[in-house]
């Protein structure tokens, strides 16, 4: 069974910085390109990064604040998010080739 485990959301004030991580299991974590992406209130699920062969691609809102990262012996994707601003509120969701799907983390970000 195929799990997404994420965690290392909460709340930030602007400014700040989070790293979200998202763990793996019950699949060979090396075949699937993985993405990042994150749903605010009232508005559709988008992407954010995204990480596929050798291309890396990112948002304009997040370019240059965020990096994504992946480990393929650990099976872990991670997020570093700077300079984290209040439009970055929003549940954040780590994916497999956009078939497999982690439970979610809430970043907040506020003053």
């Known amino acids: 069974q195929v799990q997404l485990v994420e965690s290392g959301g909460g709340l930030v004030q602007p400014g700040g910085s989070l790293r979200l991580s998202c763990a793996a299991s019950?699949?060979?974590?090396?075949?699937?390109?993985v993405g990042w992406y994150r749903q605010a209130p009232g508005k559709q699920r988008e992407l954010v990064a995204r990480?596929?062969?050798?291309?890396?691609n990112y948002a304009e809102s997040v370019k240059g604040r965020f990096t994504i990262s992946r480990d393929n012996t650990r099976k872990t994707m991670d997020l570093q998010m700077n300079s984290l601003e209040p439009e970055d509120t929003a549940v954040y969701y780590c994916?497999?080739?956009?078939?497999?799907w982690g439970q979610g983390t809430q970043v907040a970000v506020s003053s």
């Open positions: 019950g699949i060979n974590f090396r075949l699937y390109s």
């Open positions: 990480i596929g062969g050798d291309s890396t």
């Open positions: 994916s497999l080739a956009n078939l497999y």
